[in-house]
């Protein structure tokens, strides 16, 4: 059976703003080493999968700059989304593109722009996964077994039910959760069967388009629509006509909520979603005063604190957990605690009309 991909690039990457912006949003910076997170995210996936079968989906604005990032990457293999509708229509819109080029494949559903330290490991088990998913319906999704108690994810419950391939216990889940507060999530990490919700999956095409056909009617008849359309017209005229049409909706909640065989690896390969600038002190050293630094900087008496210049001196004296981030034209000074709520100042630029900065 073959293995294909699906990346997700079309994220704005918002709670790493001011570096992540509209135009070069996260996935098209190099955050750790000196790549790109998408281009890392290629490379890791072409250990085991052929470049002509990876697919990404995206939004128009970023096309281009796939196109000139992954430049070995099939102009057909890139699917633009005309708005965004969330994880469901995205995984939708993708499974009929590639059901007919590889209509008795396995399909992988990865984000574009996370960090995967030990890639021999995160192979093994995606192969395992693969594996999985040829097993009756099965729907395999990845869990990360948790350090910390975090409340910015949403977890994975197992239960006891499991079976073993490749060495890997594969359990049951019993049920998604959403964030919680920091006393659940210490629950959860003293529970034992917890696992952080890493947003990748995999799945037989065939079985995902079945459940989509059950449990998200409407979206199928959209799909099956676009299906019959793209044999006689151009595929991104029909997807712009179509696609908006489709539900706003996860494809947790659209479905991996709601099915029956789920089940769960759990992982430990050095993952971070780098959701926000607090996740450079876990994907970097950290001097003496547990600071990360980048560039530029001076600092005396300073704790905790994350400082990235873009050329100008930042000096800092006398300061504890604070983000301090300057690019060309805009400079962000906010207490780490603070890192998550990043999206309001986004917001608050919209009210503001100020677009430019965005």
Same mark, same amino acid.
């Given at each position: 059976?073959?293995?294909?991909?699906?990346?997700?690039?079309?994220?704005?990457?918002?709670?790493? =703003?001011?570096? /992540?912006?509209?135009?070069?949003?996260?996935?098209?910076?190099?955050?750790?080493?000196?790549?790109?997170?998408?281009?890392?995210?290629?490379?890791?996936?072409?250990?085991?999968?052929?470049?002509?079968?990876?697919?990404?989906?995206?939004?128009?604005?970023?096309?281009?700059?796939?196109?000139?990032?992954?430049?070995?990457?099939?102009?057909?293999?890139?699917? +633009?989304?005309?708005?965004?509708?969330?994880?469901?229509? @995205?995984? *939708?819109?993708?499974?009929?593109?590639?059901?007919?080029?590889?209509?008795? /494949?396995?399909?992988?559903?990865?984000?574009?722009?996370? &960090? &995967?330290?030990?890639?021999?490991?995160?192979?093994? &088990?995606?192969?395992?996964?693969?594996?999985?998913?040829?097993?009756?319906?099965?729907?395999?999704?990845?869990?990360?077994?948790?350090?910390?108690?975090?409340?910015? !994810? *949403?977890?994975?419950?197992?239960?006891?039910?499991?079976?073993?391939?490749?060495?890997?216990?594969?359990?049951?889940?019993?049920?998604?959760?959403?964030?919680?507060?920091?006393?659940?999530?210490?629950?959860?990490?003293?529970?034992?069967?917890? !696992?952080?919700?890493?947003? +990748?999956?995999? =799945?037989?095409?065939?079985?995902?388009?079945?459940?989509?056909?059950?449990?998200?009617?409407?979206?199928?008849?959209?799909?099956?629509?676009?299906?019959?359309?793209?044999?006689?017209?151009?595929?991104?005229?029909?997807?712009?006509?179509?696609?908006?049409?489709?539900?706003?909706?996860? &494809?947790?909640?659209?479905?991996?909520?709601?099915?029956? #065989?789920?089940?769960?690896?759990?992982?430990?390969?050095?993952?971070? #979603?780098?959701?926000?600038?607090?996740?450079?002190?876990?994907?970097?050293?950290?001097?003496?005063?547990?600071?990360?630094?980048?560039?530029?900087?001076?600092?005396?008496?300073?704790?905790? @604190?994350?400082?990235?210049?873009?050329?100008?001196?930042?000096?800092?004296?006398?300061?504890?957990?604070?983000?301090?981030?300057?690019?060309? #034209?805009?400079?962000? +000074?906010?207490?780490? #605690?603070?890192?998550?709520?990043?999206?309001?100042?986004?917001?608050?630029?919209?009210?503001?009309?100020?677009?430019?900065?965005?």
């Amino acid at each position: 059976m073959t293995t294909t991909c699906l990346i997700m690039a079309g994220g704005k990457g918002e709670r790493f =703003w001011p570096r /992540s912006r509209v135009n070069l949003p996260k996935q098209f910076l190099n955050i750790s080493g000196n790549k790109s997170m998408i281009q890392q995210t290629i490379d890791r996936l072409q250990i085991f999968i052929p470049i002509e079968q990876i697919f990404i989906i995206t939004n128009e604005l970023y096309a281009e700059l796939i196109k000139a990032q992954i430049p070995n990457l099939p102009a057909d293999n890139i699917i +633009i989304e005309p708005i965004g509708r969330n994880t469901a229509p @995205c995984v *939708g819109l993708a499974s009929i593109i590639i059901e007919e080029k590889y209509p008795d /494949s396995s399909m992988i559903v990865i984000p574009s722009d996370h &960090i &995967i330290k030990n890639e021999t490991e995160f192979v093994n &088990i995606l192969q395992t996964a693969v594996l999985a998913s040829k097993e009756g319906e099965n729907l395999i999704t990845l869990g990360i077994t948790p350090t910390y108690p975090e409340t910015g !994810y *949403g977890y994975i419950e197992s239960t006891d039910e499991t079976f073993e391939l490749n060495g890997l216990n594969v359990h049951k889940v019993n049920k998604f959760v959403e964030k919680p507060n920091e006393e659940k999530a210490n629950d959860y990490l003293k529970a034992g069967n917890y !696992y952080w919700n890493s947003g +990748i999956f995999v =799945w037989r095409v065939a079985v995902v388009r079945d459940y989509i056909r059950k449990l998200m009617p409407e979206m199928h008849d959209l799909l099956e629509t676009m299906k019959m359309a793209f044999k006689e017209n151009d595929r991104n005229t029909v997807i712009k006509a179509e696609f908006p049409k489709m539900p706003d909706q996860s &494809i947790d909640y659209g479905i991996m909520e709601k099915a029956s #065989d789920i089940h769960v690896i759990p992982c430990i390969f050095g993952w971070d #979603d780098v959701g926000s600038w607090t996740a450079l002190e876990r994907i970097n050293d950290v001097d003496d005063n547990g600071n990360v630094t980048n560039g530029n900087t001076l600092n005396i008496d300073t704790k905790r @604190c994350i400082i990235e210049s873009n050329g100008k001196l930042i000096a800092t004296l006398g300061v504890e957990d604070l983000i301090i981030v300057e690019t060309e #034209d805009v400079t962000l +000074i906010c207490k780490k #605690d603070k890192a998550q709520e990043i999206k309001s100042l986004i917001k608050e630029l919209k009210i503001q009309k100020l677009e430019r900065y965005l």
